[in-house]
């Protein structure tokens, strides 16, 4: 079965400073991994995805995410925060049964 | 890119009324479509998986009954909640997925339900 662990429920960061969120999955097989973005009250967007390709994956507004299969994980990294940048991150893996399996999610909090 | 939409994006309802929630792909053709409920501060959790033409599969706890859904085309599908009550009012997210494994679902915006 697969699973993911999102370390943090929250991250704070100050505005231009490097972010990382953490991931961690468990799978019997090749992972299709991803992260997704939600802002309040709103529905999810993709920020980018793993699907056997390239280890390093670049996503929108500046993301990018590494799949290291020796350490199970899939960290969300950014060089420089912005305000806007602000918002509830998702881990996701696609399980057997093509369902996307979350985890916890983590806030970022990005101070001036 | 594809998009999904959801309406309505907030509903309020008295207690014991029951509340439909369509979720639209309007740009593709969805052959499968999720439907998730989110509490307050906390993750996405998977209710039921549809797909077009044939029933719903309802995760282990989801009351069938209570949360009825219906794929009846390839871009419409629809969550009911029937009877609803205060312990239902939470946020609802559909997504919709062209049915490749590798492909990504595609979220709605969300319905926020609120029973009193």
């Known amino acids: 079965a697969q699973s993911v662990t999102q370390l943090g429920s929250h991250v704070s960061v100050s505005e231009g400073a490097l972010v990382l969120l953490r991931c961690n999955y468990s799978s019997s097989v090749p992972p299709y991994l991803f992260w997704y973005v939600q802002y309040p009250n709103q529905g999810l967007q993709l920020l980018l995805k793993y699907t056997s390709a390239a280890t390093l994956v670049k996503g929108i507004n500046g993301f990018e995410a590494e799949f290291k299969k020796s350490e199970t994980s899939f960290h969300l990294t950014k060089p420089s925060a912005h305000m806007r940048d602000a918002a509830e991150y998702f881990c996701a893996v696609k399980s057997s049964s093509y369902k996307l399996i979350f985890g916890s999610g983590t806030r970022l909090l990005v101070r001036p | 890119g594809a998009v999904v939409s959801q309406h309505p994006s907030w509903v309020i309802c008295k207690s014991g009324t029951s509340v439909k929630i369509e979720c639209r792909s309007l740009?593709?053709?969805?052959?499968?479509m999720f439907w998730y409920r989110q509490f307050p501060k906390q993750s996405l959790m998977l209710m039921a998986t549809?797909?077009?033409?044939?029933?719903?599969?309802?995760e282990q706890g989801v009351e069938k009954d209570k949360f009825l859904i219906n794929h009846a085309s390839l871009t419409l599908s629809t969550l009911t909640v029937t009877s609803a009550h205060p312990e239902d009012s939470s946020f609802y997210i559909c997504s919709a997925s062209a049915g490749e494994a590798y492909n990504e679902q595609f979220f709605g915006p969300g319905t926020r339900l609120t029973v009193l």
């Open positions: 740009d593709f053709q969805a052959t499968t």
């Open positions: 549809s797909n077009e033409g044939s029933k719903a599969t309802y």
